[in-house]
């Protein structure tokens, strides 16, 4: 059991710190009971750690953090405060702008479908992909993404479907 702890924890020391790495290891399976259980058939399994994969994991580990307007560490975040900060803190961090809007403009935009965690999902003024930012998220894969959100909330892992037609998406990495 302690070995399967000790695996594991590197496997996130790794994340946190190397922005692209194979893992190696034994894979591992729940049982009904709770307990892991190593699969034989799978003892070399290889994972492929990506910068991507680091700042989603980031972004979730902030769940939880307070709203703050302006706000751009652990301590408040907004919504370009966050982005910012997970992009600046994953692997060996990726300097970006500081506003929704600055963030946009510096990201190549892609579609939903190309889309990967990590990625940020921005959200316009209307339909229009070239109206005004007014929000971001890194997203998370599927219709999630981790965003501060107001007052009394903080950072959240929600849907962006709210947001419809008005959102886009925007890489850096690929």
Known sequence: MRRNWLASAAVTAVAITVPV??????AQAATTSGQQKASPASASTRVLVTWNMVAATLA???????YAYGGTSPAGFDCSGLSQFVYRHAGHGKRIDRTAEDQFLQ???????????GDLVFFHDSSDPASLVYHVGVYEGG????????????????????????????????
Do not use: C, N
């Open 21 to 26: 790495t194979v893992v190696t290891g034994t």
């Open 107 to 117: 990201f190549r935009r892609i579609s939903h479908a190309a889309a990967r965690p």
């Open 143 to 174: 219709d999630d993404m981790v965003a501060a959100t107001t007052y009394g909330e903080g950072v959240q892992l929600q849907s962006f479907a709210w947001g419809g037609d008005t959102v886009t998406f925007g890489t850096v990495t690929h």
């Open 60 to 66: 979730k580990r902030l769940v939880g953090a307070p």
